[in-house]
């Protein structure tokens, strides 16, 4: 089993920052593949971003890319989210997602494990 708790969501203005982070317990995330999914009311989840066991491979959603950095540090067992340049269409519930491979977040659409997501809101 792995348990994950997303934490760092929040209100803030368009153009500031946040830092998600994803903390897990049960089993070490060096194992997993990470992701984070987001969905806001009314819309669809959508894939943010995802990057592998060891972090040499990141993945990004076009609408985050070069705005949002995802990250990791197997040794804390926690995955981050940066996101900078925050827009209001950035307004979601955020999730975070634990997978054994990567094509079960690119391709399939989730992990095996899911955080409870914590909000945020990017006001104009």
């Known amino acids: 089993q792995v348990q994950l708790v997303e934490s760092g969501g929040g209100s803030v203005q368009a153009g500031g920052s946040l830092r998600l982070s994803c903390a897990a317990s049960?089993?070490?995330?060096?194992?997993?593949?990470m992701g984070w999914f987001r969905q806001a009311p009314g819309k669809e989840r959508e894939f943010v971003t995802a990057i592998s066991w060891t972090g040499g491979s990141t993945y990004y959603a076009g609408s985050v890319k070069g705005r949002f950095t995802i990250s990791r540090d197997n040794a804390k067992n926690t995955v981050y989210l940066q996101m900078n340049r925050l827009k209001p269409e950035d307004t979601a519930v955020y999730y975070c997602?634990?997978?054994?491979?990567?094509?079960?977040?690119?391709?399939?659409?989730?992990?095996?494990?899911w955080g409870q997501g914590t909000q945020v809101t990017v006001s104009s």
């Open positions: 049960g089993r070490s995330l060096s194992n997993y593949t």
């Open positions: 997602t634990a997978a054994g491979r990567m094509l079960s977040i690119l391709v399939v659409g989730g992990g095996n494990y």
